[in-house]
Each structure stands twice: as structure tokens, then as C-alpha cells.
């Protein structure tokens, strides 16, 4: 995805604008040397400012050139836009749902979908998936003792760890 | 000595040996696999490596990262794709070799320039670094903010594409990096209202987005077909090829020194050490035209370099805590995770683990050798891995690489929010190194200006009053000023023309 420099540029710009917003909310200091949190992020500001603000100008120049959106040719195989929203679906999933659920069924459920939507191949993408969940769950919950969350299967959490 | 010896014990140890051979295998897969890269290897063992004491934790990502740019080499001879960005250099070079049937060749060239620009790299490491160090010694919060100006400025500036983009992402990068509570009052900035955010951005979801999730996004959406495999049997790869490296040896050797000096500067990597050594053996070339049909001569330099100039990335990482590239940037990041602050302290506080560091390195080299020779004999197999398999597997331990670091769900949403952002950029031609070193360098350029100016009571003079600092920061201002003054000759030049012409149309 392409996007031309001259909608880029006043996108920095505006990060730019709101970063010197936020700074100039940082409290002053009352002590030291007169510099506060806000005096590093004011700079970044200014910088981004004029950076956008150079980006938005070769742009310009260049307009008639490049045209202000260039899809890449996965904007035309649904498969290929399914493919990038599995990967995304999965991870918000998994970010919405694993505390409930437990990393065992919902990593599960969300690796398995990746993989089949990737392959196409239900039965080996079943096998790939069992068998990572449990590799990961065993070493990292298991050997590193990360503290995975077990969300419904907590009941069962002595039964299902050698540990 | 007594030191060298007290950290070759050490390392010496068989679970470190072993988490030195199991990181070097992991190295070699991702690097020959195409679309993941060695920072990519990296940045997936960042997790690991939090559970482990700091020798093997870094031996760990020495010896990966290691691997993993000489095993881009595989791909890029065999598939014509670099397997990491730096083997992108001499690709269609290596490639066009394996068409005339000499990849055997090529390979062993690989292998054997790889360990040896390592190996080169390494010692110049551990014997240039330890007196960088005990120079360093003096240097205070002063000359340590012109420093870490100095590897913002090279990220942004050798960064590949426009510098003005390059620049951009090294400000966004810096921008992260202000998240979090302010050293100096105390107070929280720029945490949204959120108190998880106090700790500031977590840096290894951060760079497991960007490196990683990233990588994965971009593989959902190419609609290029899997990559054939030249059907080469691939037989002796050491045939014949010692008296051809050695008919090389002076662009072997120019390549080495070029690789190990790019290291040396902050902000450049393997990438760019294999692009300079590369042009630098074709502008020096006795025999351009047989450099071009395809001969070693390119290889021989450009593939000892980009190894010799991951060694020498160490010296300002360790130094001085300032990243020579994306890699030690990731080591910095873990030192400081295992409360070890990298600098010319660490040298006397620490020798063992330092040393240990570099031995590291020399074993990881030795190591290549063998296991290169293994990973080439295997390449058939790895080139074919189904990539729509290897790649959800890679999320998920992504997912969890992400969680471990502190245990909640913000380092996954951070993972997925720097993924997100860093595939938009790398589409839009902005390079993804410099933020990550604004991320790691950001911080240090804030707090060594506060301290500074405390120190100073407000003078900024101090800056540049004293002689280590005011050279460093007058060298930082003239490359900030550098486009400037570019464009200004440039538009005089054109003024003279245009005034000669006019001159001469008025005769």
C-alpha cells in the first residue's frame, strides 16, 4: 500500500502538532535547570513539523507522477485481504479473549485459523496447531514458568502441568 | 590474560555450550529461510534469553545473529532472494554463478569468508574495544549526549531511501521513547491516563512487532508464488576453493577491513558494510568484465564484510552503549534488562562477562564452519519449508515472546500495534532500523542533556567547552547541517552556470 508523500507529509506534520500540544500540557519544573518533560518532546514536534512539512513539498513536486494511493495487487484477491485480516482477527482474539479462555484454547483457536486460512489444508494445519500449543505451553508455561493464563481450564491446571 | 582465561572458563560450561549450538541452529534456519530476517532471529530469542544469566543470554544472540547473515547467503545464491537484507548486495552476483553451475563454489566461498570476516571482526573486538574503553573512562554525560546524537544522526542519515524518511522514522522512534514517567520530576508523560504505560513502551514487543509481525503481515499479502529452488546437487563445497579465495585475497582483505570499520559506526550494519565492500571491489576490480559475468571477487569481499562488520558492531554497543546497528541494539536493550549498563564501566565491573561476550563471538565463528557445512547439505530442505505452516507458528511464539517480557496482555497489543505500523512504513519507504535505535537511544539523549545541563546550571556552552565533547558535537552539527550546505553549493553551481551562460549569450 503506497500512500503518495502528499497526504503522508501533512500526516507528520499533524503528529508533529499534537506531540507539541501534549508537550507544552507537561508541567514546568520548579527546581534544576528550567528544562521540563515537555522540552525533548517539543523538539521532536518542531522536528516532525518541518520533516512532514519537507515530505509534503516533494510530494508536491512530484505529483503528477505518483498517484496518491497505490494498492499492491492483493487489493484484487479477496484471498490475499483475508489472509492479513486472519493474522489481525487472531491476534485481537486472542488479545480479547485469552484471559477468559486461557492461552491453551484461545492461542489454539487463533493459530489454527491463521493456518488454515494460510494453507487451505484443514487436517495438517489441526496437527501443526495441537502440536505447537502444547510445545509452547510447555515450555514456556511448563520449563520458563511464564504465567500463561489458564482462563476456563484453571480447574484443571493441576492435571494438565508435570509441575 | 588472566581475564581471557577466567571467560573462556565460563563460557566453558556445558549448558552455555549448548545454548550456544542450539542458538546457532535456530540462526542458520531463520536466515536461510527467505522473509525472515536476522534481526528477526533476534528479536524471537529476546524472550528466551530473559530467563537465562547474562554470558548465555548474549551468547545466545551473538551466536544467532551471527549465523543468521551468513545463512542469508543460501538462499540469495540458490533462490536468487537474499535470505536477510545482507546478502542483498551480491545476490544476483551469487546467483548468476549458480546458473553457470559453480554454486558449489559460491557456497564454500560463503562459508569460508564468512567465519574468517567474523573471526577477523571478533579479535579486532576484543582487543580494540578494552582500550576504547579505558579512554572512554573520562567521558561524562556530556560527550555521552553527543554520542548518542551522533548514532541518531548516522541511523537516520546512512539509512538506505530518503534521508528525510530515514529522519522521520528516527523521530517517531525517539517520540516512543519519551512515553513513560519522566525521569527528572516524576511525572507521567504521554501514558494516555494508563498506568501500564508508566514503564514506557515495552521494548522487546515493540521490536517483535516491527521485525516480526511486521514480516508476517507482509507474507499474508505477497502475491509473488513460492520460490523454486535451482535443482543443483550440491557435492564438495571446499573444492577448488582455496586457491580461487586466494587469487582474491587483496579484495578478501579490503572487504574485512571495510566490514569492520562500517561496524565500528553507530547506525551502520551488515547491510550497508556489504553494499560499501561490494562497489569498493568493483571500482577497484582488475578485471571489470569478469567481475560482472560473475566471479568470486565481489563475493570473497562483500561476504567477509557484512560478517566482520556484525563483530565489530560491538565495539560502540559495548563501549559505549550506543547500537552499531538494529542487532545490538536488541543487546543493549537485554543488558539493560539484566540490570548490566553497557559503557566503559561494564570493563571493570564486569570483565568476565565482556570477554566472555567476545570469545563468543570467536566460538560462534569456529562454530560456522561445521554447521554451515551442515545447513548447505541441508539447504534443499530448508528452502522448502512450507512457509503458510512456518509462519502462524512464528505468531504465536511472537505472542508469547511478547507476553513473557512482563507478564500482561499490553505487550501483545504493543506487538500488534508496532506491527501494524511498521509494515505501513516499510511499504511507504521508511526504513524501520532508525526508530528502532530512537527507541534505545532516545531516553539516553534526554537524560544525559537534563543531567548535563543540571551539572552546568543551565550553561549550554558546557557543551562544547570541553575538548572530547566539543569535537563530537561540532562533528554532529556539520552532518546536520550537511543537506543544508549541499544544497546551497548546489544552488550557487547552478547560479555560476546559468550567469556563464547568460554571459555568454550577451558576447
Known amino acids: ?163 | 590474560m588472566a581475564v581471557i582465561y577466567d571467560a573462556f572458563v565460563a563460557l566453558m560450561v556445558p549448558n552455555v555450550l549448548v545454548v550456544i549450538v542450539l542458538a546457532s541452529v535456530f540462526g542458520l534456519f531463520v536466515g536461510a529461510v527467505p522473509g525472515l530476517t536476522a534481526t528477526m532471529a533476534v528479536a524471537l530469542l529476546v524472550p528466551v534469553t530473559f530467563f537465562m544469566e547474562p554470558l548465555p543470554a548474549i551468547a545466545a544472540i551473538v551466536s544467532a545473529s551471527a549465523m543468521a547473515i551468513f545463512a542469508g547467503d543460501i538462499p540469495a545464491t540458490l533462490l536468487r532472494i537474499p535470505g536477510t537484507p545482507s546478502s542483498a548486495a551480491y545476490t544476483d552476483a551469487a546467483y548468476r554463478m549458480t546458473k553457470q553451475g559453480k554454486a558449489e563454489l559460491v557456497l564454500g566461498a560463503f562459508v569460508v569468508t564468512s567465519a574468517t570476516g567474523g573471526l577477523i571482526g571478533a579479535i579486532f573486538l576484543m582487543f580494540f574495544a578494552p582500550v576504547v574503553a579505558r579512554f572512554a573512562l573520562n567521558i561524562s554525560s556530556y560527550e555521552y549526549f553527543w554520542l548518542a546524537c551522533l548514532g541518531l544522526t548516522s541511523a537516520a542519515f546512512i539509512s538506505p531511501g530518503s534521508p528525510v524518511k530515514g529522519a522521520i522514522s528516527l523521530l517517531l522512534g525517539v517520540l516512543t521513547a519519551m512515553v513513560g514517567v519522566f525521569p527528572v520530576t516524576g511525572q507521567p508523560r504521554f501514558t494516555f491516563g494508563s498506568t501500564t504505560l508508566y514503564g514506557g513502551v515495552g521494548l522487546v514487543a515493540a521490536l517483535i512487532g516491527m521485525f516480526a509481525i511486521a514480516e508476517i503481515l507482509r507474507f499474508a499479502l505477497s502475491t509473488e508464488p513460492a520460490p523454486k529452488a535451482v535443482k543443483t546437487k550440491i557435492g564438495n563445497i571446499f573444492k577448488g576453493l582455496v586457491p580461487e579465495i586466494w587469487r582474491f585475497r587483496r579484495r578478501f582483505a579490503d572487504g574485512i577491513a571495510v566490514g569492520t570499520g562500517t561496524g565500528v559506526l553507530p547506525g551502520a550494519g551488515a547491510d550497508i558494510a556489504a553494499w560499501i565492500s561490494f562497489a569498493i571491489a568493483r571500482r577497484f576490480t582488475r578485471n571489470r568484465e569478469e567481475f560482472d559475468k560473475g566471479s568470486l571477487e565481489g563475493i570473497v569481499a562483500a561476504g567477509g564484510a557484512n560478517n566482520a562488520s556484525v563483530s565489530s558492531a560491538y565495539v560502540p554497543a559495548t563501549v559505549l552503549g550506543i547500537p552499531g546497528d538494529s542487532m545490538t541494539a536488541i543487546v543493549i536493550g537485554v543488558l539493560f534488562m539484566k540490570g548490566l549498563t553497557p559503557g566503559p564501566a561494564i570493563f571493570q565491573h564486569q570483565p568476565t562477562l565482556i570477554y566472555g561476550i567476545f570469545l563468543s563471538f570467536i566460538l560462534a565463528n569456529l562454530l560456522m564452519i561445521p554447521l554451515g557445512y551442515a545447513a548447505i547439505k541441508l539447504a534443499r530442505y530448508i528452502l522448502d519449508v512450507p512457509r503458510q505452516y512456518l509462519m502462524p507458528v512464528i505468531m504465536m511464539f511472537c505472542v508469547v515472546g511478547a507476553f513473557a517480557m512482563d507478564n500482561t496482555l499490553i505487550g501483545v497489543v504493543t506487538m500488534l500495534v508496532f506491527g501494524i505500523i511498521g509494515w505501513f512504513m516499510e511499504e511507504n519507504g521508511f526504513p524501520i532500523a532508525p526508530a528502532l535505535l530512537g527507541i534505545i537511544l532516545g531516553r539516553m539523549v534526554e537524560e544525559t542533556f537534563l543531567t548535563s545541563m543540571i551539572k552546568a546550571q543551565g550553561d549550554f556552552l558546557q557543551f562544547f567547552t570541553r575538548p572530547i565533547a566539543g569535537t563530537v558535537g561540532a562533528i554532529t552539527i556539520l552532518i546536520w547541517l550537511s543537506p543544508l550546505l549541499m544544497m546551497a553549493w548546489r544552488r550557487l553551481g547552478r547560479r555560476r552556470e546559468l550567469a556563464a551562460r547568460g554571459a555568454g549569450r550577451e558576447v
Open chain 1, 1 to 163: 500500500m503506497k500512500v503518495s508523500d502528499v497526504i503522508l507529509g501533512p500526516i507528520v506534520v499533524a503528529i508533529g502538532i499534537v506531540t507539541l500540544v501534549a508537550a507544552s500540557m507537561q508541567p514546568k519544573p520548579f527546581f534544576g535547570s528550567g528544562y521540563g518533560g515537555g522540552f525533548f518532546p517539543s523538539i521532536i514536534g518542531i522536528g516532525l513539523f518541518g520533516l512532514g512539512a519537507m515530505l509534503t513539498l516533494a510530494g508536491w513536486s512530484k505529483r503528477n507522477e505518483a498517484p496518491l494511493l497505490v494498492f499492491g495487487d492483493w487489493i484484487r484477491s479477496g484471498r490475499h485481504i483475508a489472509n492479513a485480516a486472519a493474522v489481525i482477527g487472531a491476534l485481537l482474539f486472542y488479545i480479547l479473549t485469552s484471559d477468559a479462555l486461557g492461552f491453551v484454547i484461545s492461542g489454539f483457536v487463533s493459530l489454527f485459523v491463521v493456518l488454515v486460512q494460510f494453507s487451505r489444508a484443514p487436517l495438517i494445519s489441526l496437527v501443526i496447531a495441537i502440536v505447537t500449543i502444547l510445545l509452547v505451553k510447555t515450555v514456556f508455561q511448563d520449563i520458563l514458568l511464564v504465567p500463561l493464563p489458564w482462563g476456563i481450564l484453571e480447574p484443571y491446571s493441576g492435571s494438565l502441568t508435570w509441575r
